[in-house]
């Protein structure tokens, strides 16, 4: 075998090589980016309110292929995220900083959007409930959860207060699903709490999620 071949023979064994031995690591090194977000009025479950020009929709993260964003398994630990987007198109702000959000399910279960130390306490201890308990629960230290799967929760999560004229914001809620068998199918998502510029309080969103089951999927 000739010297040149046997130069690049080994070449190719070392690229490979250090391939298998980095890839583990750029993977577990991805970082999370939140999904562009479309207007509220092109995603499947939306309600729109023509005359006072807003929209909100809710777009479920409920499969496996959907959920690949986040490096955080949600679902093992019984939580659905679900990305929330809010569309002013009028020519004042809107408030949305009191905006208050209940998923009914088919079976009449409430759902509200659970706190950031309630998902990091489901996170460290998989065995806690962040549903509400008569007796004080002590504080558990995030201790378990790695600063990369802060980042994460933190930079995903529904956060504005406010929407300025004809623009859009969005963000992840998740909801705590543990015990409960198909959530989303006859579900209805109740949004109040949006006001205008003035204060006055729009009159409430309603979106039925089977909008989104029903719809065609992506291929």
């Known amino acids: 075998m000739r010297p040149q071949s046997l130069r690049f023979i080994q070449r190719a064994a070392i690229l490979t090589l250090c391939a298998e031995l980095f890839a583990p690591v750029l993977l577990a090194s991805k970082s999370f980016v939140k999904p562009v977000a479309k207007t509220a009025i092109n995603y499947p479950a939306h309600d729109f309110h023509r005359d006072e020009k807003a929209a909100i929709a809710a777009d479920p993260y409920d499969t496996p292929e959907k959920a690949k964003i986040f ?8 939580f659905l995220p679900i990305f929330f987007i809010v569309t002013n198109d ?10 208050a959000i209940t998923l009914l399910t088919a079976h009449h279960s409430k759902l509200t959007p659970i706190t950031t130390d309630d998902l990091y306490r489901r996170l460290t201890n998989p065995q806690s409930s962040t549903r509400p308990s008569p007796l004080p629960l002590p504080h558990k230290a995030k201790g378990g959860i790695s600063q990369k799967e802060r980042d994460e929760i933190e930079s995903s999560q529904f956060a504005a207060r406010a929407v300025e004229p004809h623009s859009t914001q969005s963000g992840f809620l998740f909801f705590d699903i543990g015990g ?3 959530p989303l199918a006859g579900a209805l998502i109740d949004i109040t709490g949006v006001t205008d510029a003035k204060g006055n309080e729009l009159m409430y969103f309603e979106i039925s999620v089977d909008t989104y089951l029903d719809a065609p999927k992506n291929p």
Do not use: L, V
Request: glycine residues 14%; proline residues 5%.
């Open 180 to 182: 409960i068998s198909s």
């Open 90 to 99: 009028g020519d004042q702000p809107i408030s949305i900083g009191n905006m």
């Open 71 to 78: 490096t955080t398994d949600f679902a093992a630990h019984g």
